[in-house]
């Protein structure tokens, strides 16, 4: 089978020669005018009316509130007449207590030496700070002490609570009597 188009030259002249009179006649049509006509017939007349607008009614009123309903109060009755007797009492007397006066122990620089620095911490070129907290009698002696923040040395924190304990203090008071009380000290050790 062969899809090869057969060329027909009476069909090929056929065809143009249609196309040939379709443009022949479109140009005829458009020299006298034709198009014109077309368009006249279309065109008609145009009409206009100008319209009022319609206005709306206004509304009605609206309908007044309904009257308000009267409820009748209870009659009144008066309240019954009570006689109430207090019992008299004696003045309470009230006791009115100040806060007491606290003064803080004080140590009593003139009975306390320095702590000698522990020979083998000089050798060592130990140096730090202690902090010390002691209970003070009511006599003014060290009773107890411990090391609340340690020097990094033990010798250098034994030796400063070897010299507190060695001081006299002025107890803490209040109220003006002596009481037991507990202080803080801190205690730096350095080489001269």
């Not at 020299?31 to 709306?56: F, W, Y």
């Not at 250098?156 to 202080?183: I, K, M, Q, S």
Request: proline fraction near 14%; glycine fraction near 4%; hydrophobic fraction near 40%.
């Amino acid at each position: 089978m062969s899809y090869a188009v057969q060329r027909d030259s009476s069909r090929r002249l056929a065809g143009l020669a249609v196309v040939v009179a379709l443009h022949a006649a479109l140009i005829y049509a458009l020299v006298h005018g034709l198009a014109r006509q077309i368009v006249e017939v279309i065109r008609q007349p145009l009409e206009t009316k100008i319209i009022e607008e319609v206005k709306a009614p206004p509304p009605d009123k609206p309908p007044p509130p309904p009257p308000p309903k009267l409820v009748m109060p209870p009659p009144y009755i008066p309240p019954p007449e009570v006689q109430v007797h207090s019992p008299v009492s004696a003045p309470t007397i009230t006791a009115v207590t100040s806060e007491p006066v606290r003064t803080p122990a004080v140590v009593d620089a003139r009975s306390c030496a320095e702590p000698p620095y522990p020979a083998a911490s000089l050798r060592a070129n130990e140096t730090g700070t202690v902090r010390l907290s002691f209970l003070i009698d009511v006599d003014g002696k060290v009773l107890d002490s411990r090391v609340e923040r340690s020097s990094g040395s033990r010798r250098l924190d034994e030796a400063a609570r070897a010299g507190l304990g060695l001081c006299r203090f002025r107890p803490a008071t209040v109220n003006g009597r002596p009481e037991r009380t507990w202080g803080r000290i801190d205690y730096v050790w350095k080489l001269q």
